[in-house]
């Protein structure tokens, strides 16, 4: 079966686990040589390794996406090595989920720095290179969150909505440049998003939906992705929403 994404680049932030680590597996077995940007080096190396030992090409930039500087390079060295970034994948992200009502209050800027901020630094970074090449695909990651506001989601909210509507002014100003805007929306999926939620009564609701009910797996969100950017080029996939069949909400 012929590879679909042969001959293609993709860099991928947040690439170091769960729908980074997933998705650049998936665009890799397509044929698509990829970069790997993420904080964790370690991480990153093991990732590379298991994509070269298939038969695959991939490299790692160690990336903290709140650093613009930071960024650009990341573009700049994916650029370098492989020749072009065809696909961009703004998958780095967290969810510091907690009440409005004495929250801390840096968590709201860590998610608005990482989620918002990261996403549009590598966006600005990429476009020059896709405008010249004469085309590419940009893939932003949000959440079923970007579209239902949630009690004690507040600030996640707003960043995932800013993702969206970032996302389809954005592909207002390019679809003349032939470069195509997905938005990915999922709902429960089981990574290490959660992890990293400091507010404990809202890590323990979290902790106690994932448990009790199927939840998606990276796999299922970096198929979406495969699905969005094999399209041909006439077709642009603006939005997949993708929930586990048991979430309502």
């Not at 998936?26 to 904080?39: I, N, P, S």
């Not at 298991?50 to 930039?61: L, R, Y």
């Amino acid at each position: 079966m012929a590879q679909k994404l042969n001959g293609k680049v993709a860099l991928i932030t947040g690439a170091s686990s769960g729908i980074g680590e997933a998705t650049a597996l998936a665009v890799a077995a397509q044929g698509a040589k990829v970069a790997l940007a993420a904080r964790r080096q370690d991480r990153l190396e093991k990732l590379v390794k298991q994509i070269t030992d298939n038969g695959g090409q991939a490299f790692s930039i160690q990336t903290d996406v709140t650093d613009e500087t930071q960024v650009t390079e990341m573009v700049q060295k994916t650029k370098t090595h492989f020749g072009s970034v065809d696909i961009l994948v703004n998958n780095a992200g967290v969810m510091l989920v907690a009440a409005v009502e004495g929250a801390d209050t840096s968590d709201w800027r860590r998610m608005i720095d990482i989620n918002l901020l990261g996403l549009m630094y590598a966006t600005h970074a990429t476009l020059p290179l896709m405008k010249a090449q004469g085309g590419g695909h940009i893939v932003n990651i949000s959440s079923v969150a970007g579209r239902v506001a949630i009690p004690d989601y507040a600030v996640y909210n707003a960043t995932k909505f800013g993702v969206g509507a970032f996302s389809e002014a954005l592909r207002k100003e390019v679809s003349k440049d032939k470069i195509r805007v997905t938005v990915i929306e999922p709902g429960g999926v089981a990574t290490e998003l959660a992890n990293h939620i400091t507010n404990l009564e809202s890590k323990q609701k979290i902790e106690e939906i994932l448990q009790s009910t199927t939840v998606l797996e990276s796999e299922d969100i970096a198929a979406a992705i495969v699905y969005a950017v094999t399209q041909p080029p006439r077709v642009n996939v603006n939005e997949i929403l993708i929930r586990p069949t048991e979430q309502e909400l």
